[in-house]
Protein backbone atom coordinates (compact mmCIF):
# COMPACT_ATOMS: atom_id res chain seq x y z
CA UNK A 1 0.00 0.00 0.00
CA UNK A 2 1.43 3.54 -0.96
CA UNK A 3 0.78 5.32 2.12
CA UNK A 4 3.04 8.16 0.85
CA UNK A 5 0.46 8.66 -1.99
CA UNK A 6 -2.51 9.00 0.48
CA UNK A 7 -0.43 11.49 2.60
CA UNK A 8 0.17 12.90 -0.77
CA UNK A 9 -3.38 13.20 -1.85
CA UNK A 10 -5.12 13.89 1.61
CA UNK A 11 -5.76 17.87 1.67
CA UNK A 12 -7.62 17.57 -0.95
CA UNK A 13 -9.72 14.60 -0.33
CA UNK A 14 -10.42 16.92 2.83
CA UNK A 15 -11.73 19.51 0.76
CA UNK A 16 -13.55 16.98 -1.08
CA UNK A 17 -14.82 15.95 2.40
CA UNK A 18 -16.07 19.48 3.01
CA UNK A 19 -17.96 19.60 0.02
CA UNK A 20 -19.70 16.15 0.93
CA UNK A 21 -20.59 17.72 4.41
CA UNK A 22 -21.86 20.88 3.17
CA UNK A 23 -23.99 18.66 0.91
CA UNK A 24 -25.14 16.82 3.50
CA UNK A 25 -26.11 19.39 5.43
CA UNK A 26 -28.21 21.11 3.47
CA UNK A 27 -29.85 17.96 1.88
CA UNK A 28 -30.57 17.33 5.26
CA UNK A 29 -32.14 20.56 6.03
CA UNK A 30 -34.21 20.09 2.67
CA UNK A 31 -35.00 16.37 3.62
CA UNK A 32 -36.59 17.37 6.79
CA UNK A 33 -38.78 20.50 5.70
CA UNK A 34 -39.78 17.97 2.47
CA UNK A 35 -40.49 15.24 5.45
CA UNK A 36 -42.28 17.15 7.49
CA UNK A 37 -44.54 18.94 4.69
CA UNK A 38 -44.65 15.08 4.28
CA UNK A 39 -45.90 13.78 7.13
CA UNK A 40 -48.75 16.70 7.80
CA UNK A 41 -50.27 15.80 4.42
CA UNK A 42 -50.03 12.00 5.10
CA UNK A 43 -51.94 13.04 8.27
CA UNK A 44 -54.66 15.78 7.44
CA UNK A 45 -58.01 15.10 7.61
CA UNK A 46 -58.21 16.21 3.74
CA UNK A 47 -58.14 13.46 1.20
CA UNK A 48 -56.33 15.42 -1.31
CA UNK A 49 -53.42 16.07 0.72
CA UNK A 50 -53.17 12.74 2.24
CA UNK A 51 -52.82 10.73 -1.44
CA UNK A 52 -50.51 13.78 -2.57
CA UNK A 53 -48.55 12.82 1.12
CA UNK A 54 -48.42 8.85 -0.08
CA UNK A 55 -47.64 9.46 -3.41
CA UNK A 56 -44.63 11.34 -2.82
CA UNK A 57 -43.37 8.37 -0.47
CA UNK A 58 -43.91 6.10 -2.85
CA UNK A 59 -42.62 7.44 -6.16
CA UNK A 60 -39.52 8.67 -4.44
CA UNK A 61 -38.92 5.49 -2.13
CA UNK A 62 -40.01 3.28 -5.00
CA UNK A 63 -37.81 4.51 -7.56
CA UNK A 64 -33.71 4.46 -7.46
CA UNK A 65 -32.29 7.91 -6.36
CA UNK A 66 -29.70 7.96 -9.03
CA UNK A 67 -32.63 7.88 -11.36
CA UNK A 68 -34.32 10.55 -9.60
CA UNK A 69 -30.90 12.60 -10.18
CA UNK A 70 -30.80 11.35 -13.59
CA UNK A 71 -34.01 12.72 -14.43
CA UNK A 72 -33.70 15.75 -12.35
CA UNK A 73 -29.90 16.58 -13.73
CA UNK A 74 -30.04 15.70 -17.33
CA UNK A 75 -33.71 15.94 -18.00
CA UNK A 76 -34.57 18.82 -16.57
CA UNK A 77 -33.63 20.83 -19.15
CA UNK A 78 -36.07 19.27 -21.16
CA UNK A 79 -38.54 20.92 -19.28
CA UNK A 80 -36.93 23.88 -18.53
CA UNK A 81 -35.66 23.33 -15.08
CA UNK A 82 -31.73 23.86 -15.40
CA UNK A 83 -29.60 23.37 -12.51
CA UNK A 84 -25.96 23.06 -12.40
CA UNK A 85 -25.02 19.52 -10.60
CA UNK A 86 -24.27 20.90 -6.98
CA UNK A 87 -27.98 22.02 -7.33
CA UNK A 88 -29.29 19.54 -8.71
CA UNK A 89 -27.90 17.00 -6.22
CA UNK A 90 -28.95 19.03 -3.09
CA UNK A 91 -32.59 19.23 -4.54
CA UNK A 92 -32.71 15.77 -6.00
CA UNK A 93 -31.44 14.30 -2.65
CA UNK A 94 -33.42 16.13 -0.01
CA UNK A 95 -36.69 15.70 -2.13
CA UNK A 96 -35.43 11.89 -1.92
CA UNK A 97 -34.80 11.89 1.86
CA UNK A 98 -37.93 14.27 2.61
CA UNK A 99 -39.53 10.72 1.52
CA UNK A 100 -38.17 8.36 4.05
CA UNK A 101 -38.24 11.31 6.81
CA UNK A 102 -42.02 11.36 5.83
CA UNK A 103 -42.22 7.91 6.92
CA UNK A 104 -39.86 8.79 10.44
CA UNK A 105 -41.83 11.64 11.40
CA UNK A 106 -45.30 9.95 10.27
CA UNK A 107 -44.54 7.12 12.77
CA UNK A 108 -43.39 9.17 15.73
CA UNK A 109 -46.71 11.55 15.65
CA UNK A 110 -48.81 8.74 15.24
CA UNK A 111 -47.29 6.98 17.75
CA UNK A 112 -48.20 9.22 20.31
CA UNK A 113 -50.65 7.69 23.13
CA UNK A 114 -54.13 8.74 21.69
CA UNK A 115 -54.95 9.79 25.45
CA UNK A 116 -53.18 12.79 25.13
CA UNK A 117 -54.99 14.46 22.78
CA UNK A 118 -58.30 13.49 24.34
CA UNK A 119 -56.62 14.63 27.29
CA UNK A 120 -55.66 18.02 25.41
CA UNK A 121 -58.74 18.57 23.28
CA UNK A 122 -61.11 17.82 26.28
CA UNK A 123 -58.99 20.76 28.08
CA UNK A 124 -60.50 22.93 24.97
CA UNK A 125 -57.40 23.41 23.23
CA UNK A 126 -57.53 23.15 19.42
CA UNK A 127 -55.91 20.61 17.16
CA UNK A 128 -53.29 22.55 16.34
CA UNK A 129 -52.91 23.47 19.96
CA UNK A 130 -52.46 20.17 21.32
CA UNK A 131 -50.64 19.04 17.95
CA UNK A 132 -47.65 21.80 19.08
CA UNK A 133 -48.16 21.79 22.81
CA UNK A 134 -48.97 18.36 23.63
CA UNK A 135 -48.20 15.32 20.71
CA UNK A 136 -45.51 17.04 18.37
CA UNK A 137 -43.16 17.70 21.66
CA UNK A 138 -43.14 14.25 22.65
CA UNK A 139 -43.23 12.92 18.93
CA UNK A 140 -40.22 14.94 18.08
CA UNK A 141 -38.20 13.21 21.60
CA UNK A 142 -38.66 10.00 19.42
CA UNK A 143 -38.12 11.33 16.54
CA UNK A 144 -34.31 11.60 17.07
CA UNK A 145 -33.02 8.28 16.79
CA UNK A 146 -34.81 7.47 13.56
CA UNK A 147 -34.14 10.47 11.77
CA UNK A 148 -30.56 9.80 12.46
CA UNK A 149 -31.07 6.80 10.94
CA UNK A 150 -32.51 8.47 8.07
CA UNK A 151 -29.15 10.83 8.20
CA UNK A 152 -26.71 8.49 8.05
CA UNK A 153 -28.60 6.54 4.76
CA UNK A 154 -28.50 10.54 3.19
CA UNK A 155 -24.65 11.05 3.80
CA UNK A 156 -23.93 8.03 2.10
CA UNK A 157 -26.35 8.66 -0.88
CA UNK A 158 -24.53 11.66 -1.50
CA UNK A 159 -22.02 9.70 -2.83
CA UNK A 160 -24.52 9.34 -5.88
CA UNK A 161 -23.77 12.84 -7.36
CA UNK A 162 -20.28 11.75 -8.38
CA UNK A 163 -22.76 10.34 -11.48
CA UNK A 164 -23.41 13.62 -12.27
CA UNK A 165 -19.84 15.06 -11.35
CA UNK A 166 -20.19 16.90 -8.42
CA UNK A 167 -16.98 17.15 -6.63
CA UNK A 168 -17.33 15.37 -3.58
CA UNK A 169 -15.27 12.88 -1.88
CA UNK A 170 -16.69 10.10 -4.35
CA UNK A 171 -16.02 11.70 -7.65
CA UNK A 172 -12.36 13.03 -6.32
CA UNK A 173 -11.44 9.75 -5.66
CA UNK A 174 -12.47 9.04 -8.89
CA UNK A 175 -10.57 11.60 -10.55
CA UNK A 176 -7.01 10.66 -8.55
CA UNK A 177 -7.59 6.99 -10.00
CA UNK A 178 -7.33 8.13 -13.32
CA UNK A 179 -4.13 9.76 -12.85
CA UNK A 180 -2.43 7.63 -10.16
CA UNK A 181 -4.09 4.32 -10.92
CA UNK A 182 -4.12 3.79 -7.48
CA UNK A 183 -7.98 2.47 -7.13
CA UNK A 184 -7.44 0.63 -3.41
CA UNK A 185 -5.78 3.62 -1.99
CA UNK A 186 -7.85 6.09 -3.54
CA UNK A 187 -11.66 4.82 -2.57
CA UNK A 188 -9.81 3.33 1.34
CA UNK A 189 -8.89 6.61 1.80
CA UNK A 190 -12.54 8.74 0.59
CA UNK A 191 -13.94 5.48 2.68
CA UNK A 192 -12.18 6.74 5.90
CA UNK A 193 -13.09 10.32 5.75
CA UNK A 194 -17.09 9.19 4.94
CA UNK A 195 -16.98 6.70 8.42
CA UNK A 196 -15.30 9.65 9.98
CA UNK A 197 -18.31 11.96 9.10
CA UNK A 198 -20.58 9.07 9.78
CA UNK A 199 -19.46 8.43 13.29
CA UNK A 200 -19.07 11.99 14.44
CA UNK A 201 -22.74 12.58 13.11
CA UNK A 202 -24.26 9.16 14.77
CA UNK A 203 -22.17 10.37 18.01
CA UNK A 204 -23.76 13.77 17.48
CA UNK A 205 -27.37 12.22 16.80
CA UNK A 206 -26.94 9.79 19.96
CA UNK A 207 -25.94 12.93 22.14
CA UNK A 208 -28.93 14.65 21.37
CA UNK A 209 -31.22 11.79 21.95
CA UNK A 210 -29.85 11.56 25.51
CA UNK A 211 -30.37 15.34 25.58
CA UNK A 212 -33.90 15.82 24.64
CA UNK A 213 -35.23 12.56 27.09
CA UNK A 214 -37.53 13.42 29.70
CA UNK A 215 -36.64 12.82 32.91
CA UNK B 1 -82.10 27.33 32.88
CA UNK B 2 -83.16 27.49 29.33
CA UNK B 3 -86.90 26.45 28.31
CA UNK B 4 -87.03 23.84 30.90
CA UNK B 5 -83.74 21.83 30.52
CA UNK B 6 -81.14 20.98 33.46
CA UNK B 7 -78.39 21.35 33.79
CA UNK B 8 -76.93 18.78 32.21
CA UNK B 9 -79.26 16.95 29.77
CA UNK B 10 -78.81 13.94 28.10
CA UNK B 11 -81.61 13.17 25.65
CA UNK B 12 -81.98 9.24 23.63
CA UNK B 13 -78.43 9.39 23.28
CA UNK B 14 -77.63 6.91 20.88
CA UNK B 15 -74.29 5.28 19.60
CA UNK B 16 -73.31 2.84 17.48
CA UNK B 17 -69.93 1.96 16.49
CA UNK B 18 -70.54 0.26 12.73
CA UNK B 19 -73.05 -2.18 13.85
CA UNK B 20 -72.66 -2.41 17.46
CA UNK B 21 -75.39 -1.01 19.04
CA UNK B 22 -73.27 0.76 22.43
CA UNK B 23 -75.98 3.68 23.99
CA UNK B 24 -79.57 2.64 23.19
CA UNK B 25 -81.89 5.71 23.46
CA UNK B 26 -80.41 7.00 26.87
CA UNK B 27 -81.56 9.90 28.81
CA UNK B 28 -80.13 11.63 31.62
CA UNK B 29 -80.69 14.68 33.64
CA UNK B 30 -78.43 15.94 35.88
CA UNK B 31 -78.70 19.21 38.13
CA UNK B 32 -76.48 22.01 39.04
CA UNK B 33 -73.93 20.43 42.26
CA UNK B 34 -75.25 16.61 42.13
CA UNK B 35 -73.79 14.28 41.82
CA UNK B 36 -74.32 10.96 39.40
CA UNK B 37 -72.51 7.99 40.04
CA UNK B 38 -72.44 4.95 37.04
CA UNK B 39 -71.96 1.52 37.70
CA UNK B 40 -72.76 -0.90 35.33
CA UNK B 41 -70.19 -4.29 33.84
CA UNK B 42 -67.58 -4.20 31.38
CA UNK B 43 -68.24 -2.98 28.24
CA UNK B 44 -72.07 -1.70 28.88
CA UNK B 45 -71.36 1.77 27.64
CA UNK B 46 -70.54 4.18 30.79
CA UNK B 47 -67.47 5.43 28.84
CA UNK B 48 -68.95 5.68 25.95
CA UNK B 49 -71.37 8.00 27.44
CA UNK B 50 -69.53 9.81 29.29
CA UNK B 51 -67.30 10.71 26.79
CA UNK B 52 -70.27 11.73 24.58
CA UNK B 53 -71.29 14.49 26.77
CA UNK B 54 -68.00 16.56 25.75
CA UNK B 55 -68.70 15.03 22.24
CA UNK B 56 -65.55 13.06 22.55
CA UNK B 57 -66.88 9.96 21.45
CA UNK B 58 -69.82 12.12 19.30
CA UNK B 59 -73.41 10.37 19.52
CA UNK B 60 -74.94 8.71 16.31
CA UNK B 61 -78.07 10.34 17.78
CA UNK B 62 -79.52 12.21 20.23
CA UNK B 63 -78.90 15.54 22.10
CA UNK B 64 -76.44 16.50 24.87
CA UNK B 65 -76.85 19.85 26.15
CA UNK B 66 -74.83 21.63 28.80
CA UNK B 67 -76.16 24.77 30.89
CA UNK B 68 -79.23 25.21 28.25
CA UNK B 69 -76.38 25.08 25.23
CA UNK B 70 -76.63 21.98 22.92
CA UNK B 71 -72.80 20.53 22.95
CA UNK B 72 -73.51 18.33 20.50
CA UNK B 73 -74.23 20.60 17.07
CA UNK B 74 -73.74 19.80 13.71
CA UNK B 75 -71.93 22.54 12.31
CA UNK B 76 -69.29 23.00 9.16
CA UNK B 77 -65.83 22.17 11.10
CA UNK B 78 -64.20 25.20 11.99
CA UNK B 79 -67.39 26.81 13.32
CA UNK B 80 -68.04 22.99 15.29
CA UNK B 81 -64.25 23.40 16.31
CA UNK B 82 -64.68 27.02 17.92
CA UNK B 83 -67.69 25.41 19.30
CA UNK B 84 -66.84 22.54 20.72
CA UNK B 85 -63.47 24.19 22.37
CA UNK B 86 -65.47 26.43 24.14
CA UNK B 87 -68.04 24.28 24.98
CA UNK B 88 -64.73 21.20 26.36
CA UNK B 89 -63.19 24.25 28.40
CA UNK B 90 -66.51 24.52 30.53
CA UNK B 91 -66.08 20.21 31.09
CA UNK B 92 -63.09 18.97 33.27
CA UNK B 93 -62.55 15.53 32.04
CA UNK B 94 -60.47 12.37 34.76
CA UNK B 95 -59.38 9.67 32.89
CA UNK B 96 -58.36 6.32 34.04
CA UNK B 97 -54.78 5.95 32.83
CA UNK B 98 -54.38 9.69 33.84
CA UNK B 99 -53.02 10.62 30.70
CA UNK B 100 -50.75 13.76 31.99
CA UNK B 101 -48.63 15.37 29.98
CA UNK B 102 -45.10 13.81 30.53
CA UNK B 103 -43.15 16.37 28.78
CA UNK B 104 -44.43 18.64 31.35
CA UNK B 105 -44.25 19.14 35.09
CA UNK B 106 -47.16 18.99 37.14
CA UNK B 107 -46.77 22.82 37.22
CA UNK B 108 -47.53 22.95 33.62
CA UNK B 109 -50.10 20.28 33.44
CA UNK B 110 -51.97 22.30 35.14
CA UNK B 111 -51.21 25.73 33.82
CA UNK B 112 -50.84 25.14 29.79
CA UNK B 113 -54.56 25.04 29.11
CA UNK B 114 -55.19 28.29 31.01
CA UNK B 115 -52.20 30.01 29.30
CA UNK B 116 -53.17 28.92 25.86
CA UNK B 117 -56.84 30.11 26.53
CA UNK B 118 -57.09 32.30 28.84
CA UNK B 119 -54.09 34.43 27.94
CA UNK B 120 -53.61 34.66 31.43
CA UNK B 121 -49.87 35.57 32.41
CA UNK B 122 -46.88 33.84 33.71
CA UNK B 123 -47.67 34.88 37.47
CA UNK B 124 -51.10 34.20 37.40
CA UNK B 125 -50.14 30.72 36.08
CA UNK B 126 -47.80 29.87 38.85
CA UNK B 127 -50.37 31.31 41.34
CA UNK B 128 -53.15 29.49 39.36
CA UNK B 129 -51.01 26.09 39.14
CA UNK B 130 -49.78 26.81 43.25
CA UNK B 131 -53.65 26.88 44.13
CA UNK B 132 -54.95 23.84 42.60
CA UNK B 133 -51.84 21.86 43.44
CA UNK B 134 -52.14 22.56 46.89
CA UNK B 135 -56.00 21.98 46.70
CA UNK B 136 -55.13 18.54 45.76
CA UNK B 137 -52.39 17.90 48.21
CA UNK B 138 -49.78 18.32 45.56
CA UNK B 139 -48.02 21.54 46.18
CA UNK B 140 -44.75 20.10 47.51
CA UNK B 141 -44.10 18.09 44.34
CA UNK B 142 -45.15 20.85 42.17
CA UNK B 143 -41.93 20.72 39.84
CA UNK B 144 -41.85 16.62 39.42
CA UNK B 145 -42.64 15.34 36.15
CA UNK B 146 -45.31 12.71 35.87
CA UNK B 147 -43.00 9.95 35.50
CA UNK B 148 -41.33 10.52 39.13
CA UNK B 149 -45.10 10.24 40.61
CA UNK B 150 -47.19 7.54 41.95
CA UNK B 151 -50.36 6.81 40.27
CA UNK B 152 -52.43 8.07 43.31
CA UNK B 153 -50.15 11.56 42.50
CA UNK B 154 -50.34 11.74 39.03
CA UNK B 155 -54.14 11.30 39.31
CA UNK B 156 -54.32 13.73 41.69
CA UNK B 157 -51.99 16.46 39.46
CA UNK B 158 -54.66 15.47 36.33
CA UNK B 159 -57.42 16.40 38.57
CA UNK B 160 -55.98 20.38 39.24
CA UNK B 161 -55.35 20.17 35.95
CA UNK B 162 -59.05 19.95 35.12
CA UNK B 163 -59.94 22.09 37.51
CA UNK B 164 -57.61 24.71 36.76
CA UNK B 165 -59.69 25.46 33.57
CA UNK B 166 -62.85 26.22 36.22
CA UNK B 167 -64.87 23.77 34.91
CA UNK B 168 -68.68 23.45 35.55
CA UNK B 169 -68.63 20.09 35.31
CA UNK B 170 -66.34 17.27 36.15
CA UNK B 171 -66.47 13.94 34.73
CA UNK B 172 -64.54 11.27 36.10
CA UNK B 173 -63.80 7.85 34.36
CA UNK B 174 -62.74 5.38 36.75
CA UNK B 175 -60.31 7.73 38.24
CA UNK B 176 -59.03 4.71 40.53
CA UNK B 177 -59.42 1.88 38.68
CA UNK B 178 -56.00 1.67 37.17
CA UNK B 179 -54.35 2.41 41.10
CA UNK B 180 -53.03 0.24 43.93
CA UNK B 181 -55.77 -0.47 46.35
CA UNK B 182 -53.84 1.95 48.57
CA UNK B 183 -53.61 4.60 46.66
CA UNK B 184 -57.51 4.85 46.02
CA UNK B 185 -58.44 6.78 49.33
CA UNK B 186 -56.10 9.82 48.48
CA UNK B 187 -57.75 9.82 44.87
CA UNK B 188 -61.23 9.68 46.72
CA UNK B 189 -60.49 12.46 49.44
CA UNK B 190 -59.82 15.05 46.68
CA UNK B 191 -63.36 14.00 44.88
CA UNK B 192 -65.13 14.53 48.44
CA UNK B 193 -63.59 17.78 48.94
CA UNK B 194 -65.06 18.31 45.61
CA UNK B 195 -68.50 17.08 46.44
CA UNK B 196 -68.62 19.12 49.58
CA UNK B 197 -67.78 22.03 47.33
CA UNK B 198 -70.97 21.24 45.36
CA UNK B 199 -68.97 20.56 42.17
CA UNK B 200 -71.38 19.03 39.66
CA UNK B 201 -70.10 15.67 38.96
CA UNK B 202 -70.70 12.72 36.85
CA UNK B 203 -68.64 9.69 38.32
CA UNK B 204 -68.21 6.24 36.16
CA UNK B 205 -67.01 3.96 39.41
CA UNK B 206 -66.74 0.32 40.07
CA UNK B 207 -66.13 1.35 43.74
CA UNK B 208 -69.77 0.58 45.12
CA UNK B 209 -69.13 1.86 48.58
CA UNK B 210 -67.67 5.51 47.03
CA UNK B 211 -70.26 5.51 45.33
CA UNK B 212 -72.66 5.28 47.87
CA UNK B 213 -71.09 7.10 49.83
CA UNK B 214 -70.28 11.01 47.47
CA UNK B 215 -73.76 10.60 44.77
CA UNK B 216 -76.72 11.96 45.17
CA UNK B 217 -77.78 9.42 42.65
CA UNK B 218 -76.66 6.32 41.07
CA UNK B 219 -77.57 4.38 37.21
CA UNK B 220 -76.53 1.50 36.60
CA UNK B 221 -76.18 0.60 32.95
CA UNK B 222 -76.21 -2.56 31.29
CA UNK B 223 -75.93 -3.50 27.17
CA UNK B 224 -76.22 0.13 26.20
CA UNK B 225 -79.39 1.17 28.82
CA UNK B 226 -80.04 2.42 32.44
CA UNK B 227 -81.56 -0.43 33.97
CA UNK B 228 -82.19 1.27 37.09
CA UNK B 229 -81.26 4.33 38.72
CA UNK B 230 -82.55 6.03 42.05
CA UNK B 231 -80.49 7.58 45.44
CA UNK B 232 -77.74 5.35 46.33
CA UNK B 233 -79.51 3.63 49.69
CA UNK B 234 -82.11 2.60 47.34
CA UNK B 235 -80.20 0.93 44.83
CA UNK B 236 -77.45 -0.36 46.46
CA UNK B 237 -79.57 -2.01 49.15
CA UNK B 238 -82.89 -2.57 47.90
CA UNK B 239 -82.70 -2.95 43.89
CA UNK B 240 -85.88 -3.15 42.04
CA UNK B 241 -84.20 -4.72 39.04
CA UNK B 242 -82.92 -8.25 38.71
CA UNK B 243 -80.38 -7.45 36.33
CA UNK B 244 -78.92 -4.81 38.98
CA UNK B 245 -79.69 -7.56 41.62
CA UNK B 246 -77.48 -9.70 39.92
CA UNK B 247 -74.44 -7.02 39.21
CA UNK B 248 -74.61 -6.04 42.49
CA UNK B 249 -74.14 -9.48 43.97
CA UNK B 250 -71.20 -10.92 41.43
CA UNK B 251 -69.45 -7.71 42.12
CA UNK B 252 -69.93 -8.30 45.90
CA UNK B 253 -68.47 -11.56 45.26
CA UNK B 254 -65.44 -10.15 43.39
CA UNK B 255 -64.86 -7.79 45.53
CA UNK B 256 -64.24 -10.65 48.35
N1 LIG C 1 -63.83 3.40 19.49
C1 LIG C 1 -64.55 2.25 19.54
N2 LIG C 1 -64.71 1.49 18.45
C2 LIG C 1 -65.46 0.36 18.49
N3 LIG C 1 -66.06 -0.11 19.58
C3 LIG C 1 -65.94 0.60 20.71
C4 LIG C 1 -65.18 1.82 20.76
N4 LIG C 1 -65.25 2.30 22.02
C5 LIG C 1 -65.99 1.43 22.72
N5 LIG C 1 -66.41 0.41 21.94
C6 LIG C 1 -67.27 -0.69 22.37
O1 LIG C 1 -68.42 -0.15 22.98
C7 LIG C 1 -68.83 -0.92 24.09
C8 LIG C 1 -68.96 -0.05 25.30
O2 LIG C 1 -67.69 0.47 25.63
P1 LIG C 1 -67.45 1.39 26.87
O3 LIG C 1 -66.02 1.71 26.88
O4 LIG C 1 -68.40 2.53 26.85
O5 LIG C 1 -67.81 0.42 28.07
P2 LIG C 1 -67.62 0.64 29.62
O6 LIG C 1 -68.95 0.47 30.23
O7 LIG C 1 -66.93 1.94 29.87
O8 LIG C 1 -66.68 -0.55 30.02
P3 LIG C 1 -65.46 -0.62 31.06
O9 LIG C 1 -66.06 -0.82 32.40
O10 LIG C 1 -64.68 -1.80 30.60
O11 LIG C 1 -64.69 0.66 30.93
C9 LIG C 1 -67.81 -2.04 24.23
O12 LIG C 1 -68.35 -3.20 23.66
C10 LIG C 1 -66.64 -1.54 23.44
O13 LIG C 1 -65.92 -2.61 22.89
MG1 LIG D 1 -65.01 2.48 30.54
Known sequence: ??????????PFFLEAAWITIVLSVLTAILGLICGTLGAFARLSRFAVLRFLGAAYVSVFRGTPALIQLFILYFGGPQIGIQLDAFEAGVIGLGINAGAYMTETIRGAVISIDKGQREAARTLGLSQWQAMYKV?????????????????????????????????????????????????FEMFLLAGILYMIIIYVTGRGVAWLDRKVQIT | MTDGKSFVEIRHAQKSFGKLEVLKDISLSVDRGQIVGIIGSSGSGKSTLLRAINDLDPLTGGEVWLDGVRVNQTLPHRAYEKHINQMRQQVGMVFQHFNLFPHMTARENVSMAPIMLK??????????????????GMLERIDYYPSQLSGGQK????????????????????ATSALDPELVEEVNQVMRKL????????????????????CDRVLFMDQGVVVEEGPPEILFKTPSQPRTREFLRKHLESAK
Open chain 1, 1 to 10: MDFELMLKVY
Open chain 1, 135 to 183: ILPQAARLMVRPLGVNLNMLIKATALVAAISVVELTYTAQRYIGSTYKP
Open chain 2, 155 to 174: QRVAIARALAMQPKLMLFDE
Open chain 2, 195 to 214: AEQHMTMIIVTHEMDFAASV
Open chain 2, 119 to 136: GISKDEANALAEAQLDHV
